[in-house]
């Protein structure tokens, strides 16, 4: 083989250290540039590629052995620099001569190409090991893209560690920070982890250890830090000689409990002094409980957060379906246990069929949005103090930083970009988040809140991609949620395996030191004997191991536990406590190699352990759920519970589980189900009952109607507020909610009856508002200051009950009513006296059998329906009731029509709410005064807002109407 020089072939071979000595000397435009600025990876990676193609190389026995030694410093010394042509005549290499020692000689001749490629000539025939350039770095960078894959970037899908997490962890435990114990400072945290396990950047090990203490980016911190470790603002932490830290109690429980008990393999850190795990002990899965990112070389990983008890429960399904006979998980019903993540800073997410993506998927990305409430702030305008209107924002999306979002907004407004911001705050303190944006007198909330949402951080997309290393943490793989569970039970099962090996090989080596003790107490003369005419102990040894004696012949273990026994031991107290430890220890070993045999009793044992540790670390989900618009499938992931939902006269609206309010007897004061804050905002409206999955229509005193789902409505507390109802639904301001309607199914036979204030009535079919939604619709034309109050369903075999204020009522037949178009105004239902306003309408069925009289201040009464005759519409109606003596102000506030066995929630306009029985209330006549149903505090201006009637449930926990 014979190489020529670049002018006459395409390749040459150049000795390296003529090449390495050549560029010391040679000053060409690369070498000013690598002085300059120190080139990238990429870089090099380009230059050699194009080398390449022209140059190969032959290296020197001694850069062999450095090749093998570091080949990623071995391809990089490797690098031919090409001829810089001067001028296009000159080909020549312009470099210095060396002697036949490889020193620099000033007074050699220079060499030429041709020169250099002859000497590369000869070399060649001397060593035929010729390594390929191209084949060298794609080997070396593939090392290294192998070591930042396995090595630093991506966590194991087993205990959910990077190898520095795992090191610091690990470390701290072998340094003593124990939950209980004191604080160590930082910078000898990362010094352990850097001498023993971690031979990187300070930097990168102490950010590290950084992130797992901070509560806004880790779900369960799992290091507790003393000092200044950031904000959410991305300030950075104190330097590490300044702050301090300690292992918390789930690190210290679900992670380091058992690693002494060779549950997990031990490798030799890079020195070989030392030896670390290969992975953790884990008892959760900490890969999606705390999430973790990381990019690597050609791939990424971005995991989010997930609640603890959400997980816990995931894995107790999971495990279960495992057991013969056992309930298999569908994807279905995996997704309704961990329906979303859980950021711990909070906030909401938009719809589920992101996190749906990305659990089935391995990719998608969720929508998070920011906990806004709209809210009455104090601002001074001169000498007067009033009062504006706000945005409050309490909660942020995961990772978004507050202090650039607040810089955005205010870029934004000055732009003139964002209209309707008179002011912006941060009133955040150790106590949460508070972002004030104050808006201007002719703003509407509704219009500067989508502003917000469409053009700031405030609503973001996490981006999940789950990636993990598979197969022992030698497989990067792309997984699913249900692959992520299955990946960490099937190593706590080998864990708990392993455990029991260890325990079981501890037990009976106890077992077997026992026995020996309790043959040398059988025989404790003998024993005494043997040792005292012994010479030396190994005599006195020998002797109690020889076989020649039947009553020892002990094993070397026994003989040597027998010999460090006192003679205060040789008691028979001590031989009882000896045979008790020994039953104890048969017991053990039983259990032991019960859970080494059977899959079952392994499959209890991590049962026993999920829901230990929901119970002592689970914490309620801080991210709230909203539904989508457009998301049609969330109703299927919703369950059908039973809820009441209150709206408030200031404009507020909340759902609640039914099961918050308890049966009470009557005449009692009850419950309160709003604020504590005596307010007009407060006051109760309306209050029903409903199934979650029912579709909700509220109506407005405009004639305007909008549709949504009942779990759509944000829920509260008991005594919570309740959210703004323009963040739920686009109602002016200037409107009030006046009717709300459940709806369960939109039957082609039923319709809608309304009812206004001055007594106008009319009939629409229910399947015109089936298409209803959150936008709204006009469904009725009014006069001026009339307002439609009443929103019934109904159908042609029905009779509708209209009750007025001053204790009149009229029935009549539905079939009577012409139904009408949606906008259309309708006609009277009864004839009113000056003054008198409809109080109730009602629809009454064929199996109705009572309505349900209440007054303002707290009476009322059952009446017979049939004592209501049937009369034409329009008429004046009969007494309904008549009120107590004294009470001139008493007027009717609702007539319901209920069943002996319903039971029924009685409301004050400030929010008391009582649940008691139909039954205790007494059945009387038209005429009649009624009882006391709830004590009213009338000298405060308290009285009967509103009743409504609780669902039944039947014999299959399903809830009817």
């Given at each position: 083989?014979?190489?020529?020089?670049?002018?006459?072939?395409?390749?040459?071979?150049?000795?390296?250290?003529?090449?390495?000595?050549?560029?010391?000397?040679?000053?060409?435009?690369?070498?000013?540039?690598?002085?300059?600025?120190?080139?990238?990876?990429?870089?090099?990676?380009?230059?050699?590629?194009?080398?390449?193609?022209?140059?190969?190389?032959?290296?020197?026995?001694?850069?062999?052995?450095?090749?093998?030694?570091?080949?990623?410093?071995?391809?990089?010394?490797?690098?031919?620099?090409?001829?810089?042509?001067?001028?296009?005549?000159?080909?020549?290499?312009?470099?210095?001569?060396?002697?036949?020692?490889?020193?620099?000689?000033?007074?050699?001749?220079?060499?030429?190409?041709?020169?250099?490629?002859?000497?590369?000539?000869?070399?060649?025939?001397?060593?035929?090991?010729?390594?390929?350039?191209?084949?060298?770095?794609?080997?070396?960078?593939?090392?290294?893209?192998?070591?930042?894959?396995?090595?630093?970037?991506?966590?194991?899908?087993?205990?959910?560690?990077?190898?520095?997490?795992?090191?610091?962890?690990?470390?701290?435990?072998?340094?003593?920070?124990?939950?209980?114990?004191?604080?160590?400072?930082?910078?000898?945290?990362?010094?352990?982890?850097?001498?023993?396990?971690?031979?990187?950047?300070?930097?990168?090990?102490?950010?590290?250890?950084?992130?797992?203490?901070?509560?806004?980016?880790?779900?369960?911190?799992?290091?507790?830090?003393?000092?200044?470790?950031?904000?959410?603002?991305?300030?950075?932490?104190?330097?590490?000689?300044?702050?301090?830290?300690?292992?918390?109690?789930?690190?210290?429980?679900?992670?380091?409990?058992?690693?002494?008990?060779?549950?997990?393999?031990?490798?030799?850190?890079?020195?070989?002094?030392?030896?670390?795990?290969?992975?953790?002990?884990?008892?959760?899965?900490?890969?999606?409980?705390?999430?973790?990112?990381?990019?690597?070389?050609?791939?990424?990983?971005?995991?989010?957060?997930?609640?603890?008890?959400?997980?816990?429960?995931?894995?107790?399904?999971?495990?279960?379906?495992?057991?013969?006979?056992?309930?298999?998980?569908?994807?279905?019903?995996?997704?309704?246990?961990?329906?979303?993540?859980?950021?711990?800073?909070?906030?909401?997410?938009?719809?589920?069929?992101?996190?749906?993506?990305?659990?089935?998927?391995?990719?998608?990305?969720?929508?998070?949005?920011?906990?806004?409430?709209?809210?009455?702030?104090?601002?001074?305008?001169?000498?007067?103090?009033?009062?504006?209107?706000?945005?409050?924002?309490?909660?942020?999306?995961?990772?978004?930083?507050?202090?650039?979002?607040?810089?955005?907004?205010?870029?934004?407004?000055?732009?003139?970009?964002?209209?309707?911001?008179?002011?912006?705050?941060?009133?955040?303190?150790?106590?949460?988040?508070?972002?004030?944006?104050?808006?201007?007198?002719?703003?509407?909330?509704?219009?500067?809140?989508?502003?917000?949402?469409?053009?700031?951080?405030?609503?973001?997309?996490?981006?999940?991609?789950?990636?993990?290393?598979?197969?022992?943490?030698?497989?990067?793989?792309?997984?699913?949620?249900?692959?992520?569970?299955?990946?960490?039970?099937?190593?706590?099962?080998?864990?708990?395996?392993?455990?029991?090996?260890?325990?079981?090989?501890?037990?009976?080596?106890?077992?077997?030191?026992?026995?020996?003790?309790?043959?040398?107490?059988?025989?404790?003369?003998?024993?005494?004997?043997?040792?005292?005419?012994?010479?030396?102990?190994?005599?006195?040894?020998?002797?109690?191991?020889?076989?020649?004696?039947?009553?020892?012949?002990?094993?070397?273990?026994?003989?040597?536990?027998?010999?460090?026994?006192?003679?205060?031991?040789?008691?028979?107290?001590?031989?009882?406590?000896?045979?008790?430890?020994?039953?104890?220890?048969?017991?053990?070993?039983?259990?032991?190699?019960?859970?080494?045999?059977?899959?079952?009793?392994?499959?209890?044992?991590?049962?026993?352990?999920?829901?230990?540790?929901?119970?002592?670390?689970?914490?309620?989900?801080?991210?709230?759920?909203?539904?989508?618009?457009?998301?049609?499938?969330?109703?299927?992931?919703?369950?059908?519970?039973?809820?009441?939902?209150?709206?408030?006269?200031?404009?507020?609206?909340?759902?609640?589980?039914?099961?918050?309010?308890?049966?009470?007897?009557?005449?009692?004061?009850?419950?309160?189900g709003t604020s504590n804050t005596i307010s007009d905002d407060n006051a109760v409206a309306h209050c029903f009952t409903c199934n979650d999955h029912d579709t909700v229509l509220m109506t407005t005193q405009s004639g305007v109607a909008y549709g949504l789902r009942a779990y759509q409505v944000p829920e509260g507390g008991r005594t919570a507020r309740g959210a703004p109802i323009p963040s739920v639904l686009p109602v002016k301001s200037d409107d009030v909610i006046t009717s709300v309607l459940p709806v369960s199914e939109f039957s082609k036979n039923e319709f809608i009856v309304l009812a206004t204030e001055y007594g106008w009535i009319k009939k629409t079919p229910l399947a015109a508002f089936e298409k209803l939604t959150q936008r709204g619709l006009i469904i009725a034309t009014l006069a001026d200051g009339d307002r439609l109050n009443w929103c019934e369903k109904c159908t042609d075999n029905d009779d509708i009950l209209v009750g007025s204020t001053r204790g009149q009522a009229t029935r009549f037949k539905a079939a009577d009513l012409r139904p009408t178009a949606r906008t259309s105004r309708g006609v009277k239902s009864m004839t009113l006296k000056k003054g008198d306003t409809i109080a109730d309408m009602n629809v009454l069925r064929k199996e109705d059998k009572f309505v349900l009289v209440v007054t303002t201040e707290g009476y009322g009464k059952r009446v017979l329906t049939e004592e209501f005759r049937t009369t034409a519409r329009g008429g004046s109606g009969v007494i309904a009731i008549k009120f107590k003596a004294g009470r001139v102000d008493d007027r009717i506030s609702t007539m319901r029509v209920v069943n002996e066995d319903d039971e029924i929630l009685l409301i004050t306009s400030q929010g008391v709410i009582v649940r008691q029985k139909v039954s205790d209330i007494s059945c009387q006549g038209r005429a009649a005064t009624g009882v006391l149903v709830q004590k009213v505090d009338v000298r405060s201006g308290d009285s009967i807002s509103t009743v409504?009637?609780?669902?039944?449930?039947?014999?299959?926990?399903?809830?009817?109407?």
């Amino acid at each position: 083989m014979h190489i020529l020089a670049p002018s006459q072939s395409s390749s040459c071979v150049v000795d390296t250290n003529i090449k390495r000595r050549h560029y010391r000397r040679q000053r060409t435009p690369l070498r000013t540039n690598a002085r300059m600025a120190k080139p990238s990876l990429l870089s090099i990676l380009l230059i050699c590629t194009s080398l390449a193609t022209t140059y190969s190389f032959v290296p020197t026995q001694s850069s062999l052995l450095q090749s093998a030694k570091s080949p990623i410093a071995n391809a990089n010394s490797h690098i031919i620099n090409p001829s810089h042509q001067r001028h296009p005549s000159t080909t020549s290499l312009h470099s210095q001569s060396t002697d036949e020692a490889g020193s620099y000689d000033p007074s050699a001749a220079l060499q030429t190409e041709a020169d250099i490629a002859s000497a590369a000539n000869d070399l060649l025939l001397e060593n035929k090991h010729v390594i390929d350039l191209p084949d060298e770095i794609s080997s070396s960078f593939m090392q290294y893209a192998l070591s930042i894959i396995l090595g630093r970037a991506l966590p194991d899908a087993r205990d959910g560690m990077k190898p520095v997490h795992r090191r610091i962890l690990y470390a701290m435990n072998g340094l003593g920070l124990s939950p209980s114990g004191s604080y160590r400072k930082c910078a000898r945290v990362v010094g352990e982890v850097l001498g023993k396990y971690h031979p990187h950047g300070d930097t990168a090990v102490y950010d590290a250890l950084v992130r797992l203490a901070q509560p806004f980016s880790t779900n369960i911190p799992l290091i507790d830090g003393h000092g200044n470790f950031g904000s959410i603002d991305n300030d950075p932490a104190a330097a590490m000689r300044y702050t301090e830290c300690r292992l918390t109690r789930i690190a210290a429980e679900t992670l380091l409990d058992d690693i002494q008990m060779d549950t997990v393999e031990f490798l030799p850190n890079f020195d070989g002094s030392e030896y670390e795990p290969s992975v953790l002990p884990a008892k959760v899965p900490i890969l999606l409980l705390n999430g973790g990112a990381g990019i690597a070389v050609g791939m990424a990983t971005n995991v989010p957060p997930h609640n603890l008890g959400e997980l816990m429960d995931a894995c107790v399904a999971l495990t279960k379906g495992r057991n013969e006979g056992g309930e298999e998980v569908t994807d279905g019903k995996l997704l309704q246990i961990i329906p979303a993540p859980d950021f711990p800073t909070g906030a909401c997410i938009i719809g589920k069929s992101g996190s749906r993506s990305l659990y089935t998927t391995g990719n998608g990305g969720v929508v998070m949005r920011a906990v806004m409430h709209l809210e009455e702030v104090p601002t001074s305008s001169g000498k007067k103090k009033s009062t504006r209107n706000a945005i409050i924002v309490t909660e942020l999306p995961y990772q978004v930083n507050k202090a650039a979002l607040l810089e955005r907004i205010a870029i934004l407004v000055n732009e003139k970009k964002l209209e309707g911001i008179a002011d912006l705050r941060d009133e955040s303190d150790r106590d949460g988040i508070r972002m004030v944006i104050e808006l201007k007198r002719d703003a509407v909330a509704a219009v500067v809140q989508n502003n917000l949402l469409k053009k700031t951080s405030l609503q973001t997309t996490f981006s999940g991609n789950f990636l993990a290393l598979f197969g022992g943490g030698t497989n990067p793989q792309r997984f699913t949620l249900r692959e992520a569970l299955d990946c960490f039970l099937d190593f706590r099962f080998q864990t708990i395996r392993n455990k029991c090996a260890f325990q079981l090989d501890k037990v009976e080596n106890r077992a077997h030191i026992v026995a020996g003790l309790l043959i040398a107490l059988e025989s404790t003369d003998e024993v005494i004997a043997i040792v005292r005419n012994a010479p030396d102990q190994a005599s006195a040894r020998a002797a109690l191991m020889s076989t020649d004696n039947p009553k020892l012949g002990l094993s070397s273990a026994q003989a040597d536990a027998v010999l460090k026994l006192q003679l205060g031991q040789l008691t028979r107290l001590n031989g009882d406590k000896l045979n008790d430890e020994k039953k104890t220890l048969d017991e053990s070993q039983t259990n032991l190699r019960n859970l080494l045999t059977n899959d079952a009793a392994v499959r209890d044992t991590m049962l026993e352990e999920f829901m230990a540790m929901k119970k002592r670390f689970g914490t309620p989900r801080k991210t709230k759920i909203l539904p989508d618009e457009e998301d049609k499938a969330d109703i299927d992931l919703v369950q059908n519970e039973r809820s009441v939902i209150v709206v408030t006269r200031g404009g507020y609206i909340k759902r609640m589980p039914l099961k918050t309010f308890e049966s009470q007897n009557r005449g009692t004061r009850g419950k309160r189900g709003t604020s504590n804050t005596i307010s007009d905002d407060n006051a109760v409206a309306h209050c029903f009952t409903c199934n979650d999955h029912d579709t909700v229509l509220m109506t407005t005193q405009s004639g305007v109607a909008y549709g949504l789902r009942a779990y759509q409505v944000p829920e509260g507390g008991r005594t919570a507020r309740g959210a703004p109802i323009p963040s739920v639904l686009p109602v002016k301001s200037d409107d009030v909610i006046t009717s709300v309607l459940p709806v369960s199914e939109f039957s082609k036979n039923e319709f809608i009856v309304l009812a206004t204030e001055y007594g106008w009535i009319k009939k629409t079919p229910l399947a015109a508002f089936e298409k209803l939604t959150q936008r709204g619709l006009i469904i009725a034309t009014l006069a001026d200051g009339d307002r439609l109050n009443w929103c019934e369903k109904c159908t042609d075999n029905d009779d509708i009950l209209v009750g007025s204020t001053r204790g009149q009522a009229t029935r009549f037949k539905a079939a009577d009513l012409r139904p009408t178009a949606r906008t259309s105004r309708g006609v009277k239902s009864m004839t009113l006296k000056k003054g008198d306003t409809i109080a109730d309408m009602n629809v009454l069925r064929k199996e109705d059998k009572f309505v349900l009289v209440v007054t303002t201040e707290g009476y009322g009464k059952r009446v017979l329906t049939e004592e209501f005759r049937t009369t034409a519409r329009g008429g004046s109606g009969v007494i309904a009731i008549k009120f107590k003596a004294g009470r001139v102000d008493d007027r009717i506030s609702t007539m319901r029509v209920v069943n002996e066995d319903d039971e029924i929630l009685l409301i004050t306009s400030q929010g008391v709410i009582v649940r008691q029985k139909v039954s205790d209330i007494s059945c009387q006549g038209r005429a009649a005064t009624g009882v006391l149903v709830q004590k009213v505090d009338v000298r405060s201006g308290d009285s009967i807002s509103t009743v409504s009637i609780v669902p039944k449930e039947d014999a299959d926990g399903d809830v009817t109407q």
